[in-house]
């Protein structure tokens, strides 16, 4: 069973670097997609990037110039580093594997394991 | 950016209730779509992929079916483990981006 764990600061000063690591465990990081998707009470859900395990990267427009997503293959892990963070980035952040399944012929993608959560605040 | 929106924005029922939620594309997404199930401190957890099809290991009385932009959960009979928050997702395009949440409380 593939198992994703989040860690980091669970607080940031405002003008640092929010920064973020994903351990997966139960499978190997080769030959997915791995994800990052922050949570908070004004924006709801939103889906911040991913990257391929080959370090293919896909940022949400909203983030980019200040999102960078990196992956290291051998230690498990994937990574987030979002600079100049505001209390704007206050959320829960949330690691996540979007998968890519098969509905009748199709291909789609769904986040089919998730971490757990980690609270970052952004404050000084 | 593909908009969801979804409706109610919560609603009250009993256990054995059946209901029905709604999730709108402001575009079609075909069935690029997506339902999770969350409970409050937990990440949320795929219930339904596609549209329709249901993930490993989700109990039978959860549903889904789209027509158009339109997309429908229908819980056939609420548990008591049920009680949660629901969210779509469209992975049509990116960004993908989730609908603002459907929040099913006891009556």
């Known amino acids: 069973q593939v198992q994703l764990q989040e860690s980091g600061p669970g607080l940031v000063k405002p003008s640092e670097t929010l920064s973020l690591t994903c351990t997966v465990s139960?499978?190997?990081?080769?030959?997915?997609?791995w994800g990052w998707i922050r949570q908070s009470p004004g924006k709801g859900l939103e889906c911040i990037g991913y990257?391929?395990?080959?370090?293919?990267?896909n940022y949400n427009p909203s983030f980019r110039g200040r999102v960078t997503i990196s992956v290291d293959t051998s230690k498990n892990q994937f990574s987030l580093k979002l600079t100049s963070a505001t209390a704007a980035d206050t959320a829960v952040y949330f690691c996540?594997?979007?998968?890519?399944?098969?509905?009748?012929?199709?291909?789609?993608?769904?986040?089919?394991?998730w971490g757990q959560g980690i609270p970052v605040t952004v404050s000084s | 950016d593909i908009q969801m929106t979804q409706s109610p924005s919560s609603l009250s029922a009993s256990v054995g209730d059946r209901v029905t939620l709604t999730c709108r594309a402001s575009?079609?997404?075909?069935?690029?779509l997506n339902w999770y199930q969350q409970t409050p401190g937990k990440a949320p957890k795929l219930l339904i992929y596609?549209?329709?099809t249901l993930q490993g290991g989700v109990p039978s009385r959860f549903s889904g079916s789209f027509s158009g932009r339109d997309f429908t959960l229908t819980i056939s009979s609420l548990e008591p483990a049920d009680f949660a928050t629901y969210y779509c997702?469209?992975?049509?395009?990116?960004?993908?981006?989730f609908g603002p949440g459907t929040k099913v409380e006891i009556k």
């Open positions: 996540a594997r979007p998968l890519l399944g098969l509905s009748g012929v199709k291909g789609i993608y769904y986040f089919d394991h």
């Open positions: 139960g499978d190997s990081i080769t030959g997915y997609y």
């Open positions: 990257i391929y395990y080959n370090g293919n990267t």
């Open positions: 575009q079609v997404i075909s069935n690029y």
């Open positions: 596609g549209g329709s």
């Open positions: 997702q469209q992975s049509f395009s990116t960004p993908w981006t």
